[in-house]
């Protein structure tokens, strides 16, 4: 889809207030993100030094966080686009919001795998000596981010 189709009521919202967080479950599961319950989300968010949520008038559509030590580093996790708006600049309005927050700063993130593409067009670069320890390691490498 075409950026000009995106939605003319979006509006933009940078705290946890009045979340539905089963909501933010529900979304990241439908695009095939790692997701919990409800209350582990809102646990993880409130916990976060950005955050943005995407509304197309009341309907949550989108969101990312990042967390950081607001000095020099900081990690980007959960940006996610409910699938029908995807294609329509919402991902980038998120990450730009984000990384609005954080100028200062390094930021560090994993894309889920077929996305590598949106995040290099956002001068993101594939770490040549990133490294991770996952709690499901078996998972994830079967999910392909990890050799």
């Given at each position: 889809m075409a950026k000009e189709d995106m939605p003319k009521n979006i509006?933009?919202?940078h705290d946890c207030s009045?979340?539905?967080?089963?909501c933010v479950s529900s979304i990241l599961k439908s695009v095939h993100m790692t997701h919990?319950?409800?209350?582990?989300?809102?646990?993880?968010f409130e916990n976060s030094s950005s955050v943005v949520f995407v509304y197309d008038d009341d309907k949550l559509i989108g969101f990312g966080r990042a967390i950081s030590d607001?000095?020099?580093e900081a990690a980007i996790y959960d940006v996610a686009v409910v699938?029908?708006?995807q294609g329509k600049g919402l991902?980038?309005?998120?990450?730009?919001?984000i990384l609005e927050s954080i100028p200062q700063c390094n930021v560090i993130l994993y894309a889920s795998p077929g996305k590598e593409g949106f995040y290099e067009k956002m001068n993101?670069?594939?770490l040549k000596t990133g490294m991770a320890r996952f709690k499901d390691a078996d998972k994830m490498q079967t999910k392909g981010f990890t050799e």
């Open positions: 509006s933009l919202k009045n979340v539905d967080w089963d919990f319950e409800g209350d582990v989300h809102k646990k993880a607001c000095a020099y699938r029908e708006y991902g980038k309005m998120i990450l730009n919001n993101f670069k594939k």
